[in-house]
């Protein structure tokens, strides 16, 4: 984990050689400055958790000077420090935006707490501005269900590897669950108390890519009209979650390379680097590996991703899960529409094995949700799929009550249409010759 940043603003060396033993003793990394110019400098150049700041300085009034540390850092905590009979200043100093003061003399004691109060209230001022950014609500913990074999190794991987900080690139088909398995190894690793940010690569403008990611200071550019803390920086001490990773133009992934390489940022308009300390997984539906080769993807991103990678099985490839997540959804959007559904009739859950879900268990997700807005009985009926829509197979249909010559007819019919109106080997498949199809095929006034 990266060490907290302390900058101390005083002209007198003793305070500062004091404080600076006291902090560094506690772990932290601490930087000084004597004048207003040297740390404005230092300012300019990195980022600072808390600033200890002498209100008595030569040169400016320290006053100012607050207001521009707040101005280049809005969360930088700033402690101020007032000699006695200026308590009255340090108070108005605070009410400009600093989070507490310390009399002169104080005692290492008091200056350990100052800072540890300061920290926290950085801290929960990220959080909390993460928490109104991200669009996503949790529900409690993450619930991956599943029984088949391919899913049981994923999760049994995955709580390995979520041990570790090894980057993770996570890939499968749109709407198999990769930022499902992104956030579960978050909360199984020892991370899982900070925070967990997603970027969704294929919605951002390209323009504002390095923004949202880096974050801005004010004036950068057209429309910067305030500080911006980007995606790195809200996820530091937790995840960030790079979610259709192929989407990224060339120019944006060397950017992200140092990031990932370096784990340090810049944001956009500053020349401040930003240490961040981040897990990072990505996800996509691209094979990345094709990418490279075609010259849409660089290799050496692709190698710091791709240190441990899943991938993740289409639905279709895994239909033992399909009743099991059937009913779990069943179970969600009863508790959600406030409706007392108790199960699917067994040929509903027939059709849902039978279906190929291109949109895989998001699909599912949708169709479950739907049935549970429109159900009006105990339990999930064919009719009720026929309300919402959902397209039956054709050899579904032979189900039906039907006559034997229909039955005949639309087997024929689906089996001629498999092989592309070849009548040769539409033949062969039924176990009749030729002249028998053909002598049906007229009958039905298809031929």
């Not at 992104?182 to 690569?201: N, T, W």
């Not at 899960?321 to 007392?340: E, S, V």
Request: proline share 4%; aromatic share 8%; charged share 30%.
């Amino acid at each position: 984990m990266s060490k907290p940043r302390i900058l101390i603003i005083d002209d007198d060396p003793g305070i500062r050689d004091a404080c600076f033993h006291v902090l560094t003793r506690c772990g932290y990394e601490v930087d000084m400055a004597a004048r207003p110019g040297e740390a404005l400098g230092l300012l300019s150049q990195y980022e600072f958790d808390t600033v200890l700041l002498d209100l008595r300085m030569p040169d400016i009034n320290g006053l100012d000077l607050l207001k521009q540390i707040k101005e280049i850092e809005p969360f930088t905590e700033v402690i101020i420090i007032t000699a006695y009979g200026t308590v009255e200043s340090a108070v108005k100093a605070m009410k400009n935006g600093a989070c507490d003061f310390l009399e002169k003399p104080f005692n290492p004691d008091e200056l350990k707490l100052a800072v540890e109060k300061a920290l926290t209230r950085r801290r929960l001022a990220l959080e909390n501005l993460y928490l109104k950014r991200t669009l996503q609500e949790k529900e409690g913990k993450i619930v991956i269900v599943g029984e088949s074999p391919s899913i049981k190794k994923i999760i049994q991987l995955a709580k390995v590897v979520a041990q570790t900080d090894s980057n993770i690139l996570i890939t499968g088909e749109s709407g198999t669950g990769k930022g499902l398995l992104a956030r579960k190894i978050h909360e199984l690793s020892p991370r899982a108390q900070g925070p967990f940010v997603a970027v969704d690569c294929g919605t951002l403008v390209p323009t504002l890519f390095e923004s949202e990611l880096f974050g801005h200071v004010k004036g950068a550019f057209t429309g910067a009209t305030s500080h911006k803390v980007g995606k790195f920086e809200l996820a530091n001490g937790g995840t960030i979650f790079f979610d259709e990773i192929g989407n990224i133009s060339i120019d944006i992934q060397a950017k992200l390379l140092k990031a990932v390489e370096d784990k340090e940022i810049s944001p956009v308009g500053s020349h401040k680097v930003v240490k961040v300390d981040v897990r990072i997984i990505a996800a996509t539906n691209k094979n990345l590996e094709e990418e490279v080769k075609k010259g849409t993807f660089r290799k050496d991103l692709f190698y710091r991703l791709n240190v441990v990678s899943f991938n993740l099985p289409p639905l279709r490839e895994r239909i033992e899960d399909i009743p099991l997540l059937a009913r779990y959804f069943l179970q969600k959007f009863g508790r959600k529409y406030h409706k007392d559904i108790l199960d699917f009739e067994e040929e509903v859950l027939k059709r849902f094995s039978k279906h190929p879900w291109p949109g895989n268990v998001r699909e599912l997700e949708n169709t479950i949700e739907r049935l549970v807005i429109f159900a009006t009985n105990s339990h999930i009926t064919l009719a009720d799929l026929k309300l919402i829509g959902f397209k039956i197979q054709e050899d579904e249909v032979l189900a039906e009550d039907l006559p034997l010559e229909e039955v005949e007819k639309r087997y024929i019919l689906r089996i001629l249409k498999k092989y592309g109106g070849n009548k040769s080997k539409t033949a062969k498949v039924l176990g009749i010759d030729r002249k028998t199809l053909r002598q049906k095929l007229v009958r039905w006034g298809l031929s």
